[in-house]
């Protein structure tokens, strides 16, 4: 089995860490958008936190990846009776995929084969319960992302063609990521986004020498590079699971959900979106740190990810966005 680059052996990045933690914590928040140099472990990122979650029980034999027990599954007969367990799924979707790879089709060889009209799962199906992850998504179809944008809202895929009629669960984390000088997401699917995070080539020479340091380290002996980061590997784990069991239960006071709502007015930000995804993030990040109730920190912590993507570009004010953000929370502090 092929060892993964450990999650908390990446250096720096620790924004994009953190959003795809909060992710992993609580898929509700909506996915993350990474905008950045290639080159910068973006991928690395996304493929190290599924392979340090646990292994998820999946029915045995079950082609959907559902939850034994579950009983809305399209293939029930497919089952074999108990449970088995299964790596959390990445599914890497590739620019050139066909809607019909990607939300599934009719199954040709068995068509032909055994006159049988069966259906072929897609990416989506593959990808339950997981991260589909998409590099240069602002250069993927239009349809193509509204659909994935509206599955992974929605958590089903409805398939209807060639006479099938098949609808089938589709949770997942939906993570892009693009390099805006080779073109724009569309500002109405980029909002659906729960999260935005901007990566950058280190600069500081101790920390480019402890990229090649470490890279170079796993790929000579991946097995022992991966066993001195485990402990810190686990610490991690404990964490997520710790927020997971704790997150719905986390209180959110009024004079937070106030602030939310402050902060998107001073900074332009279109819809309710906005304040919806600052108290689920919040919330998320006080489970994960262990906190009964989300405070003005978490939020303040939490508010450049959600609201740097929703900004309405302003002529007057050439500053950038994390710059207008950070700008109103230093107003709602000093008020």
């Known amino acids: 089995?092929?060892?993964?680059?450990?999650?908390?052996?990446i250096v720096g990045q620790d924004e994009m860490k953190l959003a795809l933690l909060l992710s992993a914590v609580d898929p509700r928040i909506g996915g993350v958008m990474v905008f950045g140099d290639r080159g910068t472990g973006k991928s690395t990122a996304v493929r190290a936190l599924a392979a340090l979650l646990p292994p998820i029980p999946v029915a045995d034999g079950c082609?959907?990846?559902?939850?034994?027990?579950e009983s809305n599954c399209p293939a029930p007969e497919r089952h074999r009776g108990g449970k088995a367990m299964m790596p959390v799924p990445f599914v890497d979707l590739p620019l050139g995929a066909t809607e019909d790879r990607v939300v599934g089709a009719l199954d040709i060889e068995r068509a032909l084969g055994a006159g049988e009209k069966?259906?072929?799962?897609?990416?989506?199906?593959?990808a339950h319960r997981g991260f589909l992850y998409i590099d240069e998504i602002n250069l993927l179809e239009d349809h193509i992302v509204d659909l994935l944008l509206d599955v992974a809202a929605s958590g089903e895929n409805l398939v209807e063609r060639e006479g099938l009629s098949i609808r089938h669960a589709a949770r997942f984390v939906l993570i892009g990521s693009?390099?805006?000088?080779?073109?724009?997401?569309?500002?109405?699917?980029?909002?659906?986004f729960g999260l935005s995070v901007e990566v950058r080539t280190p600069t500081a020479i101790a920390d480019r020498v402890e990229v090649l340091k470490r890279c170079?380290?796993?790929?000579?002996?991946?097995?022992?590079?991966?066993?001195?980061?485990?402990?810190?590997?686990?610490?991690?784990?404990?964490?997520?699971?710790r927020g997971r069991r704790a997150v719905d239960g986390v209180i959110v006071p009024d004079p937070i959900l106030?602030?939310?709502?402050?902060?998107?007015?001073?900074v332009g930000a279109d819809g309710l979106r906005g304040e919806l995804t600052l108290m689920r993030a919040g919330r998320a990040l006080a489970a994960f740190d262990g906190a009964k109730a989300v405070t003005a920190a978490h939020l303040d912590r939490v508010a450049p990810m959600v609201l740097?993507?929703?900004?309405?570009?302003n002529p007057l004010d050439e500053t950038g966005s994390t710059v207008r953000i950070e700008r109103a929370i230093g107003e709602l502090r000093a008020a």
């Open 1 to 9: 089995m092929r060892t993964s680059f450990p999650f908390t052996a």
């Open 63 to 69: 082609i959907y990846g559902c939850v034994p027990g």
């Open 118 to 126: 069966a259906f072929e799962p897609g990416l989506l199906a593959r």
């Open 178 to 192: 693009g390099n805006p000088e080779e073109g724009e997401l569309r500002p109405q699917l980029l909002d659906r």
């Open 216 to 241: 170079d380290a796993f790929e000579r002996a991946p097995a022992a590079f991966a066993a001195e980061w485990e402990k810190a590997e686990r610490a991690t784990v404990r964490r997520i699971a």
């Open 258 to 266: 106030a602030r939310a709502a402050t902060l998107c007015g001073a």
């Open 308 to 313: 740097r993507h929703r900004l309405r570009r």
